[in-house]
Nanobody
Framework: AVQLAESGGGSVQAGGSARLSCTAS????????LGWFRKVPGQEREGVAF????????SYADPVKGRFTISKDNANNTLILQMNTLKPEDTAIYYC???????????????????WGQGTQVTVSS
C-alpha cells in the first residue's frame, strides 16, 4: 500500500503562486503514476495533473495548462505542484493520488487512482 501526505496550500491572492507537496511512503514502485486532483463542494473531483515516476511523462487538465507545473523527486518520493497565476476558480481542496501503471494508461479521472491523501485547502481570493 501507499500512504500519501500533502502539505502546502493556504490562502493566496489572485495572480499569486502557491506550492503543494506530497510525500509518498510505503511500497512505492518505479512504475507509479502520481497525480493531483481537486474538489469544490458540490462538484465532482477533477483531475489537475499527473506524472509518471519512471520517465516523467506528464499530463495536465486544460484549465491549468501553462500555469501549473507538476514535478517529482524520486529520491524522496515527493510530488510537487507549483501553481502560478492563481485564479479564484482554482479554490478547492487539492488531493494527491497514486496508482500503479499497468496495461491501461491512466487518465486524469479519479477512478484510475488507487491511493489518496487527505487533501489540503487552497483558497484564492480576488
Amino acid at each position: 500500500a501507499v500512504q500519501l501526505a500533502e502539505s502546502g496550500g493556504g490562502s493566496v491572492q489572485a495572480g499569486g503562486s502557491a506550492r503543494l507537496s506530497c510525500t509518498a511512503s510505503g511500497t512505492v514502485y518505479r512504475s507509479t503514476c502520481l497525480g493531483w486532483f481537486r474538489k469544490v463542494p458540490g462538484q465532482e473531483r477533477e483531475g489537475v495533473a499527473f506524472i509518471y515516476m519512471d520517465n516523467g511523462t506528464t499530463s495536465y487538465a486544460d484549465p491549468v495548462k501553462g500555469r501549473f507545473t507538476i514535478s517529482k523527486d524520486n529520491a524522496n518520493n515527493t510530488l510537487i505542484l507549483q501553481m502560478n497565476t492563481l485564479k479564484p476558480e482554482d479554490t478547492a481542496i487539492y488531493y494527491c493520488a497514486a496508482t500503479r501503471l499497468g496495461s491501461i494508461a491512466p487518465a486524469l479521472v479519479p477512478r484510475f487512482f488507487t491511493y489518496w491523501g487527505q487533501g489540503t485547502q487552497v483558497t484564492v481570493s480576488s
